[in-house]
C-alpha cells in the first residue's frame, strides 16, 4: 500500500467517524428542536384559547388548529423506535388531545376557553412537562 | 393562618379528618423532598386546592389540571432510572388520588356556591 493510498485510507477513516459523530449530535438535535417546536406550539395553543375581553369562539379555526397540532405529533413520532423517547411524546400527544377535549366540551356547555387563571397554571405543567422530556433526552445521549 | 389551612377548615366532617390529617403529611414530606418535581407538585396541589375553594376555578378547571399534572408525573417517571422511581413517584401520585378523592369532594360538599 502507498503512502497516499494509507493517508486516504485514514482520511476516509476520520470522515466516516466524523459523520457517525454528526449523526448522533443531530439526532439528539433533531429530537430536542422537535421538542421546543411542539412545545411553542402547544403553549400558543393555550394562549389562542384562553378567555379574552370580546374573543369569539371560531369553530373552524379550533378544528384547523387541532390538525395541525396531530400533524405535528405525527410527524414527530414517526419512526421513533426508541421506547422512552416514544413514551415522552406520547405522553405529551396526550396532554394536547386532553386540552382539545377539554375545550370541546367546554364551548358545547357554552363555556368556551380556558379561563385566565387556569391557563396560567395549566402553561406551567406544560412547560414542566416538555423540560421533563427535554432532560429525557439529554440523560440519553 | 395560611389559605390552604383556611380552605381546610371549612371540612369539619369527622368522617375525613384522618383523609385531612393524611393530606397534611403528605403534603408536609413532599414538600421537603429533594426532589424538585415531588416538591414542585406539593406546591402546586396546594395552590389548586385554595383557588378551587375561593372559586378562582371551577371543579372541571381543577379536574383538568390535576389531569395535567398525572401527565407531568408519568413524564417524570420516564425520565429517571427505574431505582429512582419509586419513592417520588409513588409519594406524587398519592398526594394527588388523595387529593381528588377525599379532601375535594369534602371540601366542595361543604363550599358555599
Not at chain 2, 390529617?21 to 415531588?38: H, I, P, T
Request: charged share 25%; net charge negative; aromatic share 8%.
Amino acid at each position: 500500500m502507498t503512502h497516499a493510498t494509507k493517508r486516504g485510507r485514514i482520511v476516509a477513516i476520520l470522515f466516516l467517524l466524523a459523520s457517525f459523530g454528526g449523526c448522533q449530535t443531530g439526532t439528539d438535535q433533531a429530537t430536542l428542536q422537535t421538542l421546543t417546536s411542539l412545545s411553542q406550539f402547544q403553549l400558543g395553543f393555550i394562549d389562542t384559547y384562553t378567555a379574552a375581553p370580546g374573543k369569539q369562539w371560531d369553530d373552524s379555526k379550533f378544528q384547523s388548529d387541532i390538525a395541525t397540532g396531530e400533524a405535528m405529533f405525527t410527524k414527530a413520532m414517526a419512526g421513533v423506535t426508541d421506547q422512552k423517547r416514544k413514551n415522552a411524546l406520547e405522553i405529551l400527544h396526550r396532554q394536547f388531545q386532553k386540552d382539545y377535549t377539554f375545550l370541546r366540551k367546554r364551548a358545547k356547555e357554552g363555556k368556551p376557553f380556558f379561563s385566565v387563571a387556569a391557563a396560567q397554571e395549566k402553561k406551567q405543567t406544560i412547560e414542566q412537562n416538555y423540560d421533563l422530556a427535554k432532560k429525557g433526552e439529554v440523560v440519553r445521549s | 393562618m395560611s389559605q390552604l389551612d383556611n380552605a381546610l377548615n371549612q371540612i369539619e366532617s369527622d368522617s375525613v379528618q384522618d383523609a385531612k390529617n393524611e393530606f397534611q403529611q403528605l403534603l408536609s414530606e413532599a414538600k421537603g423532598s429533594s426532589d424538585a418535581f415531588v416538591k414542585d407538585n406539593a406546591g402546586k396541589v396546594e395552590n389548586w386546592v385554595v383557588m378551587l375553594s375561593n372559586n378562582t376555578i371551577d371543579k372541571e378547571e381543577f379536574d383538568d389540571l390535576m389531569a395535567d399534572q398525572k401527565l407531568a408525573a408519568e413524564q417524570f417517571v420516564n425520565t429517571q432510572a427505574i431505582g429512582a422511581q419509586a419513592h417520588g413517584q409513588h409519594l406524587t401520585l398519592q398526594l394527588l388520588d388523595l387529593t381528588a378523592t377525599k379532601i375535594v369532594p369534602a371540601l366542595l360538599a361543604v363550599k358555599p356556591d
